[in-house]
């Protein structure tokens, strides 16, 4: 055989090779063993749960002098106030009376509310109450046919939990997005201080305000309230208020139409290593009594500086913040029972909660803050309103300002404030710390 052959020979048999049929797995088709994972169905049931929300609102005039003179008001129409339209979201949380759980900073000023449903009725929601400290309002509409969701146990929650965010970002239309939780107890986003927020990386955008984050198996956990938003949409961090704290607010609002926070006369910091070794304790978590308020429901039950409240009514206690936020949700005339440390042996003992000594109450101001509404809020004394063209809003302060001094004198309280004001006899100075800045105020 001569060389030619054989390379003809090698390629035949080579190319017999590749033809050979090879044997192929038949597709495996996807059995009920093997279902594609998918929320889908959880979904399609609480969804009509979750609600859009328009608010029409309005938003004073420009400032100007001419606007506080009655004859130019009268022979010029100058106007007063402009309207402003805004939307965001709302959960539905008891079908049969129509409550439903937003914002605070969504219905805010709101002349008119309207709800519309997924399944596009729409209703006019009345505000039932609002409270800023917790970003929380409830509405309610008249409506038959509704969908709640039912409330699940933000307490237990675990970084890594999977859950899912459901609103209407940039008015769009409801939408769903999925995610973790991202970390738990998150404080320092809203000036108030009543804060325990969830974190998500979930995507939430400017709309999905009030919306609903729920998890796997279809259960509310958080109300959505905010997001870190440097370029101005997501960037995977957002924040929910705890379903625990937002039921907590929803009771009082049902029952007064506003929070009224109770106090037991404390003034806490965290619990440090380094005060535990300091104090002689093993515990890793608590809230330490810096001082105690005379004649105080702390003081008549025997708190002392320097014990470390570690429980109360059972509940952990994780440091200053999570005490701060469950006293002052806490029912005022309720019973609480606090658990703690003093000199290495644990204690308990029973007090009842008392009211703030805010209330709102101006008629002690002076002239020159007449308009402005102060409340305690976690050891600050915060505006929580001023009324237009008040000598408060000529005075240049404004909701949400925490006043830390008055004529460079700290103030913690209301009763601070009260009777740092009883004192000025000449210029009032006023030093509010507002959106991350310390201010100073001459008011005349």
Known sequence: MNTRSSKYIGLFIAL????IPTPVSPAQPQTAA???RSLADVLETITPAVVNIAVRSRDP??????YNDPFFRRYFNLPEQRQRMSAGSGVIVDADKGYI???HHVVANAGEIAVTLKDRRRFTAELVGSDQATDIALLRIDAKRLTALPFGDSARLRVGDTVVAIGNPFGLG??????????????GINVEGYEDFIQTDASINPGNSGGALVTADGRLVGINTAIIAPAGGNVGIGFAVPVGMASAVMKQLIEHGEVRRGRIGVAVQDLTPDLAE?????????????SVDRDSPAARAGLQAGDVIVALDEHRISGSADLRNRIGLAPVGSQVTVEYLRDGSRKTLALRVEPEDGNGDVSSMPRALEGAHFQDAAGKVVVTGVEDGSAAAGAGLEAGDVIVAVNRRPVGSTADLAAALKEVTGTLALDPFRDGMRLFLVVR
Request: net charge negative; aromatic share 0%; glycine share 12%.
């Open 174 to 187: 409801q939408t769903v997005t999925s995610g973790i939780v991202s970390a738990l107890g998150r404080s």
């Open 278 to 290: 300091a104090l002689g304790i093993s515990e890793t978590h608590g809230a330490v009594v810096g």
């Open 101 to 103: 759980l937003t914002n």
């Open 16 to 19: 017999a090779l590749v033809l």
């Open 61 to 66: 005039a420009e400032s100007n002098p001419l």
């Open 34 to 36: 093997s279902p594609q």
